[in-house]
């Protein structure tokens, strides 16, 4: 092809111009807004340049507070703190939609957002004992987020058009779907996995903004068909801090902004022992061994078996330092009958063995490592 005279100064002018004229697109993750830098001054003014008490623009900081607690006693230890739960995940009618869910050969359907909801409320009850303030994310198994999944199918086809990594989990086979097929998964995706975390991020650093918050979880291994799934062999536990995001995580302007401004604020200087704390009174009150590598973008941080960084959207976007938990493999033998036992007061007997209630030990388990954390016998 050849280019005439007036094509290539059209050409040169333009790419002359281009980089006064035009600011770079910014590379953001599912439904996140453009950052606003400038807020990183109110995080850590002192590791900025040029940025004194007096500046403008210096904000308040950070809502937490590393030492909260007020006139406790012995009946109240926890008096002052402000705790924020996440249940993870919807359950109920929601669960199928979400790929959280099975059906034993024996037993009801199992899903994990009925299960996390047993916990969250077993141990709102027992901080709530002890003087704490304690915030639910979801008290039901509905969704925080107003919009139902439809109302994201026109940006759906819009990512897929564009090819935008969506982390889509290959188990459907999803390139071999049919278009319209493709957009409801996302949509439902988009519903479930993003607005609904933004949404409870959004309620926990806007409206409860308390000193920690924490996500519980149930792990699985992988169970195949949910109408005939497979079991897990090993039932174990792991305590996640956020951290430890990947390379392309670190290219998205968003994801490196909320990483940077969780370690500017410092939150891994209450998360790491925090979590170290919850890990070792959950070792104990559930007797589960650490899962040895837990699979995907974990990384090994300090010396506790049970403890591991990994980077996820429920951990990154709660301002606060966050705990997040996955305890108990639901698909393993022994956690489906003790499931199927419900919850009780005082020890059954359930294959032979004698068990709390799973749920007390999962609740109690919690409570103890945030109390010993927080307000330690000295
Ligand atoms: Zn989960």
Redo the contacts with the bound molecule.
Sequence with gaps: MELRLPTLLVLLLGFLLLPSCSKPKPHLSALASEPDWSRLSASAPSLLPGDSANSPGKGEGHYWREHPLRRTSPERPLAGLRIAIDP??LGGRWARMEY?WFLPSEGKVIA?GDL?LWVAKKLERRLSEWGAEVFLVRKAAEPATPLPPEAWRGLAEKYLDEGKNLNLESRDNFQELSKEEQIRRVAEMLFYRVAEIRARAALVNAVFRPDLTICL????GDWGNPEAPRTAKVNHLHVLVPGAAQPEEWALDDVRFEMVQRMLEGTYRVEIPLAESIADALAASTGLPPALVPGGAVQKIGKNPYVWARNLLANRLYESPTVFI?AYVMNHPETIARIAAGDYEGARKISEKSFTSIYTDYAEGVARGILDYYSPVK
């Design positions: 993870g995940h959280r994990e996390t979880h149930f792990n699985a996955e």
